[in-house]
């Protein structure tokens, strides 16, 4: 049976794709973007996470765990990350709900059951369900055997994904999903290493493949003030985009700092701490530079 | 809105809130008088008269729609015959923070000396407790259950629209025919069908006469107007008096007066609940509209401004002031006027026609706390009308509300009505469904569902009070399943309906032999054609319900049990009892493992939400299909008003781990906070109870603006009304959250974990997201308010 790791399945998502769906979040990204907005997700496997305000210190953490990697600290029950196997346990006797695991195994079974669940709100809004991440196309038989349940359940798919992803995997999911809904953050190879650990030439030439071959996809550009808002970038995205064999949609999604506290939670350490959201007016200016080159372009977020 | 109706909107919310006396004083003296001279029915008949004759007459410096239930806009007449307040209520309600209703030294003085010595000891409410018998009382004064009929009499109606092609002659006629077919050799109630014929019959007389006066008033306004515009107006409105109600009306202004000439004839004649509903004013007033429109008579600007002026009338009229448990149980100034949009018509047609939407426009405009209106929606109703309901609901006042009309309708035929009547039908009040014009549906009380559970944790006993106030089903240490748990349960529901219901039997009857409606049993059919009372089994149909309060703490609760009792062993049944019984007092871990470990109804989750559908079931099972005294039966409501914090308040602590005191789960909404999947998963969860075999369930969501924001945001709020009234269900509506709850949100997490906010490209529980981005949410709200 083929199993994957997800973090999440949020069910009344209306920002991911036509009408309303429910989307699945999974474990695992290739990138590590500054302004990433579920750090949680990048790891590939589950993870405990610990919430001392919550905890009442009934000890049943440390009495469950197998392998005695819980010690009560003076900043509470802490594991030890040596002898800790993730397996959960702790978080599952736990009352106050002060230590929860981050992500889940699911089989396909399992994950069909989930998104069947809200199938009359899919046919009355047109909606479906999105797979997004972390990174979809990082768990590609997951992710295949995914879409073609929901397909086998005539559920409308999309797949929400970074790019960055061998070719052959593209090709495979491709013709399995409706839509993509496609990641375009920066044009210079070398600030996108900067800002996201990777180059971007695969995903360039992934979105140039996608759309020469009449994949459906709408481009989402998360727009963060003082990194790829320039005047530069704009123009080069517009450029990019309107070279392509079959013009994308746009979607503009301005930056929030929605993330910062989700850091400190997870004690990691966040890049964009002083970046403010861009204005209003910022957003129109930017779409309507995108605009001047044929796109379609809609502002979210 | 124009410069009138911007005045006119102005002047009803200023007013001040004021308790009158004269309509206490002219009942009083007419009784002082005159009890004893005439039948019952024609004694009422004959006060209601007095009260069209004598009381003052009020038309206002810019009203189209005239006539007042007070001397002017919100005076609120008193009932003494009813319920006589006496001189520590009225200081009460004069000096209270809440809901204050300004009490003069004149209206004091009238109360001390004539008001209350005539009345004390024969009203109903004393008559009533005087003879109800002290099982009732104890259990009643122990929060299981509440009673409407103490103090306010059997309303909950809707007018339909008959009047508006038969005027008072109309009936008058008919009634003489329904006399003159008495047939007093074989009917040996032909004598009494007569008095309470003749009653109704000298009810139509008195509202002609209370028209006339106002025709008078606005003849001699006429006289003395210097403005040649309002002079003409003034001509208008008396001669529009002088011929409604007396007639029929001939055209939409005379359509607006007939109405409200009725409203506030039942109005004055007794309190009834709910004001009185004017059922589906868009259908009523559309043929008049079209015509006029057609005829040239109005164009649509005045029409609209007609409208506004009727609809602000509703405003002058807060609900007459209640007192004990009941001001605590629905303490408001809103007296739960609903108006009817849209639906079908009795041939199964599209209901909805342009003055559906110039009501929806009105709605928007005016947004007073009175009149609330709701859309009845069916299948084959537009997204159009869906859509523009969406618009208005977006704005955050928490209507209009939503119906699914085809759920109404079914549940009105599951109940035996005729297919023409349900379609004619809806919902009144807060979201309760009958027959419009044909019907008494009478609430009789709030049911404290939790309270009765608490019974079968205490082998009968109300912890709370220290009475034994139930039946005797054993220590709960010896349940040794589920199932011995859940029968302790349903043979306390028993024992406390069987209570409920013997005391509404008693109450109805007393309603019937002492407090006739004559004037509303006018326009209910078939109380002409029966010879009978509004009160006693006049209507076509005679309904009861008993409104069931908490269902989301008790299926929690009986989740909790049976997961972490009976089946993990985690707990003996003695041990949850006893921290239940203690307030979880040292026991945080069972509390929390209660609450947080736990499948909760509200998720979409099959565990709790098959004990949400036993729970449904033993109610219904219990209560529906009993008989009440008028020839008709019993059905269950599953709303709570605001009785929801009333109950909790006198409730000990629950196994789901609510504490004590805490209020309990509102209307069909899971617990307060017990739902982590979001709006489809709720929906679905409450998509799981058999709605049809109610008559009414209510369910409230709470939005962030953002989350509505565009068309994309009615679109999806549009479709996930479709959605839900897919699974059969009967009403949802929704609160678009402002500012201040999201300031009590963040005071008061635990009780705000399903508020949904948009918070950048996505949504998110507001409760689950820092503090930091909380402040930046409120603070970008506070923005979109300027």
């Given amino acids: 049976m083929t199993r994957g790791v997800i973090f999440d399945i949020r069910r009344y998502s209306i920002h991911d794709g036509p009408g309303i769906r429910t989307t699945v979040f999974m474990k695992g990204c290739p990138l590590s973007c500054w302004w990433c907005h579920n750090p949680e997700s990048q790891s590939a496997f589950t993870e405990i996470i610990y919430r001392p305000e919550r905890c009442i210190g009934c000890g049943a953490c440390a009495k469950t765990c197998p392998e005695g990697a819980v010690t009560l600290t003076q900043r509470g029950y802490i594991s030890d990350p040596d002898k800790c196997t993730g397996c959960g346990d702790c978080a599952g006797v736990c009352p106050s709900e002060a230590r929860e695991m981050l992500g889940r195994d699911i089989t396909i079974g399992e994950l069909a059951r989930e998104i069947q669940k809200d199938v009359l709100f899919f046919e009355e809004s047109g909606g479906g369900v999105t797979f997004s991440g972390g990174e979809p196309l990082a768990q590609p038989e997951f992710l295949a055997a995914a879409l073609e349940a929901a397909r086998e359940l005539e559920i409308h798919t999309a797949v929400d994904t970074c790019g960055f992803a061998p070719r052959h995997v593209l090709e495979t999911i491709a013709p399995l999903t409706r839509l993509f809904l496609f990641d375009l953050k920066i044009m210079d190879p070398v600030l996108h290493r900067k800002y996201t650990g990777v180059s971007n030439e695969i995903i360039l030439e992934n979105l140039k493949w996608l759309t020469g071959n009449k994949y459906e996809t709408v481009v989402r550009i998360p727009v963060i003030p003082g990194i790829n808002d320039t005047e530069e970038n704009i123009e080069a995205v517009g450029r990019f985009l309107s070279g392509l064999s079959m013009r994308p949609d746009v979607d503009l999604l301005a930056y929030h700092a929605s993330a910062t506290e989700k850091y400190r939670r997870f004690e990691m350490s966040y890049l964009l701490q002083d970046v403010v959201p861009p204005h209003k007016d910022h957003m129109r200016d930017i779409s309507d530079r995108l605009e001047m080159f044929g796109l379609n372009v809609s502002t979210g977020g | ?786």
């Fill in chain 2, 1 to 786: 809105m124009n410069d009138r109706v911007e005045r006119l909107r102005s002047e009803s919310f200023e007013a001040p809130v004021a308790l009158d006396h004269e309509r206490a004083e002219i009942i009083t003296e007419y009784y002082r008088d005159n009890f004893g001279k005439f039948s019952v029915p024609v004694n009422r008949a004959m006060a209601f008269m007095e009260l069209c004759e004598k009381k003052s007459i009020f038309i206002g410096r810019d009203e189209l729609v005239v006539g007042e239930r007070g001397p002017f806009p919100k005076s609120v007449s008193t009932y003494p015959e009813l319920n006589c307040h006496s001189v520590e209520d009225l200081e009460i309600l004069d000096s209270r923070e809440k809901n204050p209703y300004k009490v003069s030294k004149k209206c004091m003085d009238v109360y001390a000396e004539k008001v209350i010595p005539y009345w004390r000891g024969r009203t109903m409410r004393d008559k009533i407790f005087a003879d109800i018998g002290d099982e009732w009382k104890e259990t009643y004064a122990s929060g299981f259950f509440t009673e409407f009929m103490e103090q306010r009499a059997p309303g909950h109606t809707t007018l339909d629209g008959k009047f508006y092609t038969k005027g008072m002659e109309g009936f008058k006629s008919d009634i003489d025919e329904s006399i003159a077919a008495l047939d007093f050799k074989a009917d040996p109630e032909a004598t009494k069908k007569r008095e309470q014929l003749k009653a109704m019959k000298i009810s139509c007389d008195a509202v002609i006469l209370f028209a006339e006066r106002h025709a008078e008033l606005a003849s001699k306004m006429a006289l003395e107007e210097k403005d040649p515009a309002r002079k003409k107006e003034l001509e208008r409105i008396a001669s529009i008096c002088r011929y409604v109600p007396r007639h029929a009306p001939r055209d939409f202004w005379e359509a607006l007066q007939m109405y409200w000439f009725m409203h506030l004839g039942t109005i004055t004649e007794l309190n009834g609940w709910d004001a009185m509903n004017p059922g589906h004013l868009d259908r009523y007033f559309h043929p008049f509209y079209e015509s006029d429109l057609k005829s040239g008579a109005i164009t649509r600007d005045w029409a609209k401004e007609l409208l506004s002026a009727f609809w602000i009338k509703f405003n002058n009229h807060p609900a007459p002031p209640k007192v004990g448990v009941t001001a605590a149980e629905s303490g408001t100034y809103n007296d739960f006027t609903n108006i009817n949009l849209g639906g079908l018509l009795s041939d199964g047609s599209d209901g909805v026609n342009d003055v559906s939407y110039m009501m929806l426009e009105i709605i928007d405009e005016i947004h007073l706390l009175q009149p609330q209106a709701n859309i009845q929606l069916s299948r084959k109703n537009s997204d159009r009308f869906l859509k523009a309901a969406a618009r208005v609901i977006r704005k955050g006042y928490g209507y209009p509300s939503v119906f699914n009309a085809d759920t109404v309708i079914e549940e009105m035929i599951r109940a035996g009505k005729s297919v023409e009547d349900a379609r004619e039908g809806g919902t009144s009040g807060c979201v309760e469904t009958g027959a419009f014009g044909k019907e008494a549906y009478i609430l009789t009380g709030y049911l404290n569902t939790p309270k009765i559970f608490e019974l079968a944790l205490n082998n009968g006993v109300d912890p709370v009070s220290g009475k034994k106030i139930g039946a005797e089903t054993g220590d709960p240490a010896g349940f040794k399943t589920f199932d011995d748990l859940y029968a302790a349960f349903e043979k306390q529901l028993h024992h406390i309906v069987d209570i409920k219901v013997r005391g509404n039997q008693f109450i109805e009857r007393m309603y019937a032999d002492n407090a006739p409606a004559v004037f509303l049993s006018v326009l209910t059919d078939d109380c002409i054609k029966r010879g009978k009372d509004y009160n006693d089994g006049g209507p076509r149909y005679n309904t009861n319900y008993i409104q069931c309060v908490g269902i989301g703490t008790m299926t929690d609760s009986l989740s909790a049990l049976k997961k972490h009792v009976f089946e993990e062993n985690a707990f003996t049944m003695g041990e949850a009892a006893k921290a239940v019984r203690e307030n979880f007092e040292g026991k945080e871990a069972m509390r929390l493992t209660f609450a947080n470990k736990t499948s909760r109804w509200g998720n979409d989750d099959d565990y709790a939400d098959s004990l949400m559908k036993k729970v449904f079931n033993s109610l219904y099972d219990e209560i529906d299909g009993r008989p009440n005294t008028k020839g008709g039966c019993y059905h269950i409501d599953m709303l709570p008003t605001t009785c929801h914090v009333y109950f909790g308040s006198i409730t000990g602590a629950t196994p789901d781990g609510r504490l004590a005191g805490a209020p309990l789960s509102e209307g069909i909404s899971p617990v307060q906070g017990a739902d982590r999947n979001g709006p489809t998963a709720v929906i679905k969860s409450c998509g799981k109870m058999d709605h049809i075999r109610t008559g009414g369930t209510l369910l409230n969501m709470k939005f962030m603006p953002k989350v509505l924001e565009g068309e994309e945001g009615i679109d999806k709020l549009a479709k996930l009304v479709r959605t839900y009234f897919r699974y059969d269900a009967h009403h949802i509506q929704f609160n678009v959250v402002d500012l201040e709850t999201l300031r009590e949100a963040q005071a008061h997490p635990e009780n705000h974990r399903d508020l949904i906010v948009r918070v950048a490209g996505y949504s998110d529980y507001f409760c689950d997201i820092g503090p930091d981005l909380q402040e930046e949410i409120i603070s970008r709200t506070a923005q979109e308010e300027v």
